[in-house]
């Protein structure tokens, strides 16, 4: 939960306020269209949940289609750089964790 947070803080500092509320209207007008519904775990009532979202983004005007690419795309970039930052900390510290291991084995007295 973290990292969501971390993405979602980052990635709000990145886009203009017309830009949020442009999005945030045109998403909840697609959302919308599902009338409240939640997907659900039945595949069925998911598959029609989500075809009345999608036929909601079909009838929407170019502007509002693009402003919701470029906010998913800018909010997907965020999350692939902290997740990718985030990874490469792991690994640092568990190749810092492994040399301090070989050191001390070396060190260590071998029985004979």
Known sequence: ??????????????????EREMFREVLFEILGASEGDAIKSNLQESLQEIKKI?????GLDKESKKILIQVFE????????????????????IKESITIRAKILQL???SS
């Open 108 to 110: 260590s007295p071998k």
């Open 54 to 58: 999608l036929k909601k983004y079909s």
């Open 1 to 18: 939960m973290k990292l969501v947070e971390q993405t979602l803080k980052t990635w709000l500092t990145k886009i203009s306020l017309s």
């Open 74 to 93: 800018s909010l997907s970039a965020e999350a692939r750089k902290i997740l990718s930052g985030t990874i490469k900390e792991k690994i640092i510290t």
